[in-house]
């Protein structure tokens, strides 16, 4: 079975430039999550997703960052414009339990991004 | 609160040693505790989990230690391999709650 699948794996943009990661989850997986990863640091949740609805976006900052799942399945996640501060490695896990005490997250091998 | 204390932030054991990595955290409400190991340039995969219903937890080498009263969780690898270096991130949930609260990670060397 294919684990959770990201692309690019790597992307080095000018700040104020857009930039945008997909992700593939496992098939039959409705939850979906983005998480940012600082180096040394544990990962952050962005956004969740429970088939093609956002459940929790909360800690998104929406000023520059969007994303979507549609048909609840493959799901984008773009930041414009891009900050320094922006450069990180962003990771998808996707579940096939909304619930985190019920089921294992599967994450991607991560996008690292950087911003110059 | 929602904090996941873990230590220590590195760690250097020899092989075929036994490498113990901490956590502390301050919401009781906390009932699911896994741990996850991260290999360079991949993304963290789960190792072991443990609910509050037990105190310990055993999966080949890899053993979790609960103790509820002080509100600490630990891993023991036993036999350390090289093939264990590796960052391991502790985490906590509430089961009503869809979020994992992570620690901030443990980088593991085992020397040969």
């Known amino acids: 079975e294919a684990g959770v699948v990201q692309s690019p794996r790597y992307k080095i943009i000018e700040k104020k430039q857009p930039v945008a990661f997909w992700c593939n989850p496992i098939s039959g997986h409705n939850t979906l999550y983005w998480y940012l990863q600082n180096l040394g640091q544990g990962p952050e949740l962005l956004i969740r997703y429970e088939n093609e609805e956002a459940v929790d976006d909360s800690q998104l900052p929406k000023d520059r960052f969007s994303a979507e799942r549609l048909k609840g399945v493959d799901s984008t996640l773009k930041i414009q414009p891009a900050e320094l501060g922006d450069s990180a490695v962003y990771l998808c896990a996707s579940s096939s339990y909304p619930r985190v005490s019920t089921g294992e997250l599967f994450f991607g091998e991560g996008s690292r991004l950087t911003v110059l | 609160q929602q904090q996941v204390k873990q230590s220590p932030q590195s760690l250097i054991v020899q092989k075929g040693g036994i490498s113990i990595i901490n956590c502390a955290y301050e919401n009781t409400a906390f009932d699911y505790f896994p741990w996850y190991q991260q290999f360079p340039g991949k993304g963290p995969a789960l190792l072991i989990a443990?609910?509050?219903d037990v105190s310990e937890k055993k999966e080949g080498r890899f053993t979790i230690s609960f103790n509820k009263s002080a509100k600490q969780f630990s891993l023991h690898i036993m036999d350390s391999q090289p093939g264990d270096s590796a960052t391991y991130f502790c985490?906590?949930?509430?089961?009503?709650?869809?979020?994992?609260?992570w620690g901030a990670g443990t980088k593991l060397i085992i020397k040969p």
């Open positions: 443990i609910r509050p």
């Open positions: 985490a906590a949930s509430v089961g009503s709650n869809y979020q994992l609260i």
